[in-house]
């Protein structure tokens, strides 16, 4: 595992906890001294996503993550908040075969909205392929107005 702050690869794992079906695991980096949590689960979706054309892909949680990651970066959000975020999501899809990527897009929308608006429109800027700065600032509006 590589440290978040300076990338060193020697990390200690300081406390291993498990709930929810996930060990939450504090770290320490070896190099800079700085700590960091990080999460381990067992994978158990056999979902699938259909795309907006009828193209179908596996569920991807690391999909999801990664587009919350990118827009919470530099925000308020933290690890924390993106895990819960990813993991609001399963629970959205759990127990399905097939999901929407609207439906998935459209549930991380609405968890930014509740967490932080910058990350929420960063979000919806690249899911809703803004094309101006009018979208930008209907989003805005729609945001403040609910």
Same mark, same amino acid.
């Given at each position: 595992?590589?440290?978040?702050?300076?990338?060193?690869?020697?990390?200690?794992?300081?406390?291993?906890?498990?709930?929810?079906? &996930?060990?939450? !695991?504090?770290?320490?980096?070896? *190099?800079?001294?700085?700590?960091?949590? #990080?999460?381990? !689960?067992?994978?158990?979706?056999?979902?699938?996503? /259909?795309?907006? &054309?009828?193209?179908?892909?596996?569920?991807?949680?690391? &999909? /999801? !993550?990664?587009?919350?990651?990118?827009?919470? @970066? @530099?925000?308020? =959000? #933290?690890?924390?908040? /993106?895990? *819960?975020?990813? *993991?609001? /999501?399963?629970?959205?899809?759990?127990?399905?075969?097939?999901?929407?990527?609207?439906?998935?897009?459209? %549930?991380?929308?609405?968890? =930014?909205? #509740? !967490?932080?608006?910058?990350?929420?429109?960063?979000?919806?800027?690249?899911?809703?392929?803004?094309?101006?700065?009018?979208?930008?600032? %209907?989003?805005?509006?729609? =945001?403040?107005?609910?």
């Amino acid at each position: 595992m590589h440290c978040i702050y300076c990338n060193d690869g020697k990390t200690q794992v300081v406390d291993s906890r498990e709930s929810e079906g &996930k060990v939450r !695991r504090r770290r320490e980096c070896s *190099e800079c001294g700085e700590r960091f949590t #990080t999460y381990e !689960r067992a994978e158990d979706f056999d979902i699938k996503v /259909v795309k907006e &054309k009828g193209k179908m892909e596996d569920f991807n949680e690391d &999909k /999801v !993550r990664e587009g919350v990651e990118k827009a919470a @970066k @530099k925000t308020s =959000l #933290t690890e924390e908040d /993106v895990e *819960e975020v990813v *993991e609001s /999501v399963k629970n959205t899809v759990r127990g399905k075969n097939e999901v929407r990527s609207e439906e998935i897009g459209n %549930k991380i929308k609405e968890e =930014l909205s #509740t !967490r932080d608006e910058v990350a929420y429109i960063r979000f919806a800027s690249v899911y809703d392929s803004f094309k101006d700065a009018e979208s930008f600032k %209907k989003e805005v509006e729609n =945001l403040q107005s609910s």
